[in-house]
Nanobody
Framework: QVQLVESGGGLVQPGGSLRLSCAAS????????MAWYRQAPGKQRELVAS???????MYVDSVKGRFTISRDNAKNTMYLQMNGLKPEDTAIYYC?????????WGQGTQVTVSS
C-alpha cells in the first residue's frame, strides 16, 4: 500500500523558513521522480518542485532561489527547504510522484505565511 506522509508545516512570518519532509512507503522510491505540489485556498493544485531519481532538481519560477528540494533514498524521504517565505506561499503542500497519481495524494501539510 502506497503511503506518502508530509510533515513540517506551520505558521511562519514573512521572510522565515520551514523544512518540509515527505516519508514514502510502498513505492520504489529511489527509482522515481518525486515532486512537491501546493494548493492555495480557492486555487488549483500546482507543481512547486521536482527531483529526479538522480537528484536533478526542477523549480517553478516563483520559488527559484528560495526553495531547495532534496532526497535521501536510504530513508525513502524527500525534503523541501523553504527560505524567504512570502504570504503567497501559503498553501497546503503535498508530495507525490511526477506526474501526480490520484491514489498517492496524502493529507498534506499546511504552510501559513503571515505576520
Amino acid at each position: 500500500q502506497v503511503q506518502l506522509v508530509e510533515s513540517g508545516g506551520g505558521l511562519v512570518q514573512p521572510g522565515g523558513s520551514l523544512r518540509l519532509s515527505c516519508a514514502a512507503s510502498g513505492i520504489n522510491f529511489r527509482f522515481l521522480t518525486m515532486a512537491w505540489y501546493r494548493q492555495a485556498p480557492g486555487k488549483q493544485r500546482e507543481l512547486v518542485a521536482s527531483i529526479s531519481s538522480g537528484s536533478s532538481p526542477m523549480y517553478v519560477d516563483s520559488v527559484k532561489g528560495r526553495f531547495t528540494i532534496s532526497r535521501d533514498n536510504a530513508k525513502n524521504t524527500m525534503y523541501l527547504q523553504m527560505n524567504g517565505l512570502k504570504p503567497e506561499d501559503t498553501a497546503i503542500y503535498y508530495c507525490n510522484v511526477l506526474p501526480g497519481l490520484q491514489n498517492y495524494w496524502g493529507q498534506g501539510t499546511q504552510v501559513t505565511v503571515s505576520s
